[in-house]
């Protein structure tokens, strides 16, 4: 039996303890967290904080494997859920199962994500009848940026806020395991949460959620773009590695860097054998 969490696991939580999903896209932080949390997603978010993208709509089939793959050796616990990028995915549900089961196939993850809600609906439907599970993505969906006129928060009005909730429905309805919350307001997410029998992972979506997920980068200090209001920062990681890495510059300046204590030592001289004489 795998040690790692199921998406049924996740799925069990609704409405039981609230679920933690960090952002990964290294070996090296999945390994730091992952006796912390339940879900990691390797999100195209990574196009931003990892690649210095504006936007996630560079992010390929290809990088979303590679850093799948790199987190999925960095860890031995959570549930793993890799992003469909954009493109890979939305032209038919066809496309969608082909790219899905690459991601599964190459990287060995637990599910794939894709974003969208009632437009998408027949595409998870034939993606989990497939085997495949799927986490949803409804409210602002960062691959839709262009066409809603940027990262703004989504179903402050009634309208907005019903096709949000018929959005949420759809996912459930058409299998999806769990379903992430983005950029709305917080009794939207609560209704929502209520009304849908699959676990609600916000982001920026308050506490009504069932659990919270979060690009670990903003909450470490390691992007400083722009920190969104929903953000906590919980460390400055970006900077202590500019504080370490100006102390490593001036240390060589200044040829106290490599001290004699980093220095290999010359392996001693052999001695000659002694020449017998006749
Ligand atoms: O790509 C990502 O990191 C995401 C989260 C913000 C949910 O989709």
Do not use: W
């Amino acid at each position: 039996m795998s040690p790692r969490l199921s998406v049924r696991d996740i799925a069990n939580r609704k409405g039981a303890e609230p679920i933690v999903c960090v952002t990964a896209y290294t070996a090296p932080m999945a390994g730091f967290m992952d006796p912390y949390v339940d879900l990691m997603l390797v999100g195209d978010s990574m196009g931003m904080v990892i690649y210095g993208m504006a936007t996630t709509l560079g992010v390929t089939l290809d990088m979303s494997i590679a850093h799948g793959q790199a987190v999925m050796r960095g860890s031995a616990k959570a549930c793993v859920v890799v992003d469909l990028p954009f493109g890979s995915y939305q032209a038919s549900k066809v496309d969608a199962y082909k790219a899905a089961a690459r991601v599964m196939s190459e990287v060995g993850c637990a599910a794939v994500k894709l974003e969208g809600g009632r437009e998408m609906a027949e595409t998870i439907e034939h993606l989990t009848q497939r085997g495949i599970p799927v986490m949803a993505h409804v409210g602002l969906k960062p691959q839709s940026v262009n066409a809603v006129g940027g990262f703004r928060v989504q179903g402050r009005t009634p309208d907005e806020a019903r096709a949000i909730v018929a959005d949420a429905k759809a996912v459930s309805n058409a299998g999806a395991f769990c379903v992430v919350i983005e950029g709305t307001v917080e009794s939207l997410a609560r209704d929502i949460t209520r009304a849908i029998p699959i676990p609600t992972i916000g982001i920026g979506a308050s506490s009504a959620c069932d659990g919270q997920v979060i690009v670990t980068e903003d909450i470490l200090g390691l992007y400083g773009a722009f920190t969104p209001k929903f953000v906590k920062r919980y460390a400055e990681l970006g900077v202590s590695v500019s504080e370490a890495v100006a102390s490593y510059a001036a240390d060589v300046r200044a040829r106290k860097f490599p001290g004699p204590e980093h220095v290999y030592g010359a392996a001693p001289a052999k001695k000659k054998p002694l020449k017998k004489k006749r």
